[in-house]
């Protein structure tokens, strides 16, 4: 049996949207991925509008569910996942952009669901919502994994939208093996419409990152009219070039998921995605595309 260090029994319960045990697009090799509940952005295009926000407990979800699966509990939601058919129709009638389903582990819980994916798993992955609102929870599960003496060779990234100060990412970075991070707009205005938030802070984490050695990849989702614009790709290859190389992973806007205006985007072609494509491996930046291209 191995114990967690001290500071994970003292940590919060990270607020978990969604484990999956397996899976290869989350960072490199098969992968453990926590989503974690909640995000500091409200991006129209987002494709998990129900990780965005928390629950207030107001109950509209209840008589959504069809299985029966949610009943009042003194203000909060009871879940019971043995009923849950994974319909959704919980999600779609909830007004705060939140889960009745969401789970609180603990660090040692997350353990033990990390050893039953032993064999199947090179790593972890914490996603979300935005990973790094749950900075405690985060730095405790990957100082615990680490000390464990059969997790620790597990490497241990985060998904992030880069909005974490300098402070927070001298936390966690000595704790973490590499970094996915989102730039979702070079033009500061668009990236407000984008997301609600400023790009400085992306662009400063992405430096910051990167110089500690830690940047796997910037991530880019193309969206028609908005960012596949030529300043936008033009930019985008700068950045990488600035940072040493930097794989870019390019991503598709679908409309599948969103919410409000991002309804009435058009999906990003495929030829305009291979276009930009050929721009980043033009200046010898090693490009990484959507692996289905549904919609084409
Ligand atoms: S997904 Fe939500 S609405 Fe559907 S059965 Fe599960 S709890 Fe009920
Ligand atoms: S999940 Fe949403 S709808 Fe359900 S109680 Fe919480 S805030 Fe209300």
């Known amino acids: 049996m191995n114990s967690p260090p001290a500071n994970a029994a003292e940590a919060p319960a990270g607020v978990v949207a969604r484990l999956l045990d397996w899976s290869v697009v989350d960072g490199?090799?098969?992968?453990?991925?926590?989503?974690?509940?909640?995000?500091?952005?409200?991006?129209?295009?987002?494709?998990?509008?129900?990780?965005?926000?928390?629950?207030?407990?107001?109950?509209?979800?209840?008589?959504?569910?069809?299985?029966?699966?949610?009943?009042?509990?003194?203000?909060?939601?009871a879940f019971d996942p043995a009923r849950c058919t994974r319909c959704d129709a919980c999600l779609e009638a909830c007004p705060a952009g939140a889960s009745?389903?969401?789970?609180?582990?603990?660090?040692?819980?997350?353990?033990?669901?990390?050893?039953?994916?032993?064999?199947?798993?090179?790593?972890?992955?914490?996603?979300?919502?935005?990973?790094?609102?749950?900075?405690?929870?985060?730095?405790?599960?990957?100082?615990?994994?680490?000390?464990?003496?059969?997790?620790?060779?597990?490497?241990?990234?985060?998904?992030?939208?880069?909005?974490?100060?300098?402070?927070?990412?001298?936390?966690?970075?000595?704790?973490?093996?590499?970094?996915m991070l989102d730039v979702k707009a070079f033009d500061p205005t668009r990236h407000r419409a984008l997301t609600g938030q400023d790009n400085a802070r992306a662009l400063a984490s992405a430096r910051l990152v990167a110089a500690a050695g830690k940047l796997h990849e910037l991530r880019f989702l193309m969206v028609p009219g908005q960012t596949d614009r030529p300043e936008e790709i033009g930019a985008l290859v700068a950045l990488a070039r600035e940072l040493g190389g930097v794989p870019v992973r390019l991503n598709a806007f679908r409309r599948h998921g969103v919410r409000g205006p991002a309804r009435a985007w058009p999906a990003m072609p495929r030829a305009g995605v291979e276009a930009a494509a050929a721009r980043l491996a033009a200046a010898g930046i090693t490009v990484r595309l959507p692996a289905v291209w549904a919609g084409d």
């Open 100 to 179: 009745p389903m969401v789970r609180r582990m603990p660090v040692d819980e997350v353990l033990a669901a990390l050893r039953e994916a032993l064999p199947f798993i090179g790593g972890v992955t914490v996603s979300g919502g935005e990973a790094t609102l749950q900075l405690k929870f985060v730095v405790a599960l990957f100082a615990a994994i680490r000390a464990a003496p059969d997790l620790c060779h597990l490497t241990c990234f985060i998904d992030s939208n880069g909005h974490l100060g300098p402070l927070g990412w001298a936390r966690v970075l000595p704790v973490t093996d590499g970094v």
């Open 28 to 77: 490199p090799g098969n992968r453990f991925v926590l989503f974690l509940q909640g995000c500091n952005f409200a991006c129209p295009g987002c494709h998990n509008p129900h990780t965005i926000g928390h629950c207030d407990g107001c109950g509209a979800c209840i008589p959504a569910c069809p299985a029966g699966a949610l009943a009042p509990a003194g203000g909060h939601i």
